[in-house]
């Protein structure tokens, strides 16, 4: 009897907002009639899924964790999936929807200064296993401490980082949408 009661105290305690807000790539948005799991893919752009409401809370939130695990491992491998969800941040590098450079990763930015740069991001593995966002910025403009003569220079050099690196990070190969798991 008292198995019992504590068992229904830990659900009451799990079916509140809290529960949703904290597991990842999962959410019910208090607009959507149904919750949301979105799985990353290599690309950047999730693949969401709505699971439809089951009658319990709970059970609808172990439904979207079975299914986010399920697809999660088959995107990404039981090993990878499992460093993705203990990463507190993003996890996979985004797509940009107006991406001023055809690789995924690199982008243009303008700093407070009013200099250009182009950044190449990526994620780095560090000595204890975990994954963390690293960059390096390629000054574009041509001036006397600048490396780069033009725009363009700076934008290769970029990418030439950005592939070198992705190489290492052993996560995803390729260009924007023929991304794939690096096995």
Not at 39 to 61: C, D, H, W
Request: hydrophobic share 35%.
């Amino acid at each position: 009897m008292k198995a019992k009661r504590t068992r229904q105290a830990l659900r009451a305690k799990l079916s509140l907002p809290q529960l949703w807000e904290s597991a990842k790539y999962v959410s019910w948005p208090r607009s959507h009639a149904n919750p949301i799991v979105r799985v990353p893919s290599p690309s950047g752009r999730p693949e969401s899924k709505t699971i439809a409401r089951l009658p319990n809370g709970y059970e609808t939130f172990e439904c979207c964790i079975v299914y986010r695990d399920q697809r999660g491992v088959e995107v990404w491998g039981q090993k990878r999936w499992r460093e993705l969800l203990l990463v507190e941040a993003r996890s996979v590098a985004k797509h940009r929807q107006r991406p001023a450079c055809p690789v995924t990763g690199v982008y243009h930015y303008e700093r407070p200064s009013g200099s250009m740069a182009w950044i190449a991001a990526w994620y780095a593995l560090t000595a204890d296993g975990s994954r963390k966002k690293r960059s390096a910025q390629f000054i574009t403009y041509g001036t006397g401490i600048s490396r780069y003569a033009s725009s363009d220079d700076a934008m290769h050099a970029a990418i030439a980082t950005r592939k070198e690196e992705e190489a290492r990070w052993n996560c995803v190969l390729g260009e924007r949408d023929k991304r794939q798991v690096n096995q």
